[in-house]
């Protein structure tokens, strides 16, 4: 467990990667993976930037959880991971260059705060894709609703691409109690391909909230990715070059043919052969 009651994922580090970071960009060549280092991010609110992982929540550091509904309330060291509290919607939608009313989880349910985290400089140099695992956390159940209904005001999470919101989740889906000091969770995996270019990625956790009830309005929720990374496809192995044998089998069908030493030595002996049998018979 973290100082904050949250467990803390392992940081993640691909033995075979190259990561080179410059003015918070990542830059990946032709390698099989990288892991995203969100230190080199812009975060705002409550956020704890890690190697490989990132952690935020809609905490604003108020007092306001009570997870019982029993007015017994829950220290804020429980669901905060920083010790920064949320910020409102409209400085956080500026700082993740998204319009203000982009981050309502409908025109009728507004978010009013969260926290977020982006890089505007994410610069690829080949195809690659972008890969984490992601689990929301949420203290919302039907006890935060003043009607005892399920809360139509879900807070959620998100990753935006270039201005594009993809909601992860949000605490409507089908989440399953958390054994950390969270009430409930959900768990999955982003896998999401994109071309060689510069990209704006952001990260972000809101708070939706009923103006009308307080109760909807002050419980967090969070949201934890870990194992980023970006993968590349491994460079194609150059064909082999033929090697020549440098000592072939011999081939039966072809006539050997003496060297020119031999073949030498062979012509003298025929005409010293030739040149006996001259003198002998002149000698007769």
């Not at 909230?209 to 460079?235: F, Q, Y």
């Amino acid at each position: 467990m973290s100082a904050f009651g949250i467990p803390k994922f392992s940081q993640f580090v691909v033995g075979f990667a190259s990561l080179l970071s410059l003015a918070g960009a990542v830059i990946v060549g032709p390698v099989q993976a990288a892991v995203i280092d969100f230190r080199d991010w812009r975060p705002l609110g409550d956020v704890d930037a890690q190697i490989g992982s990132l952690s935020m929540s809609t905490n604003a550091l108020h007092g306001d959880d009570d997870l019982k509904n029993d007015n017994v309330i829950s220290p804020d060291t429980d669901f905060n991971f920083s010790g920064n509290p949320a910020i409102g919607i409209s400085q956080l939608a500026t700082h993740l260059k998204l319009p203000p009313s982009s981050l309502n989880f409908t025109p009728s349910k507004p978010a009013h705060e969260g926290s977020g985290s982006i890089n505007t400089q994410l610069s690829l140099t080949h195809t690659t894709t972008l890969s984490f695992d992601w689990t929301f956390f949420t203290n919302e159940t039907a006890a935060t609703n003043e009607k005892g209904e399920i809360d139509p005001f879900p807070d959620y999470a998100f990753i935006a691409i270039n201005g594009v919101i993809k909601s992860l989740s949000n605490a409507l889906d089908s989440l399953t109690p958390s054994d950390t000091t969270y009430h409930s969770q959900i768990s999955g995996k982003f896998n999401h391909l994109v071309a060689a270019g510069v990209y704006t990625i952001a990260f972000g956790v809101l708070d939706v909230g009923n103006v009308l009830d307080v109760r909807d309005r002050v419980v967090s929720s969070a949201l934890i990715v870990n194992n980023a990374k970006l993968i590349s496809p491994t460079p194609p192995k150059p064909n082999p070059i033929p090697i020549p044998n440098p000592d072939p089998d011999p081939n039966p069908d072809l006539v050997t043919i003496p060297e020119p030493s031999s073949a030498l030595a062979l012509l003298l002996c025929s005409g010293l052969g030739v040149g006996l049998k001259l003198w002998k018979s002149r000698s007769v």
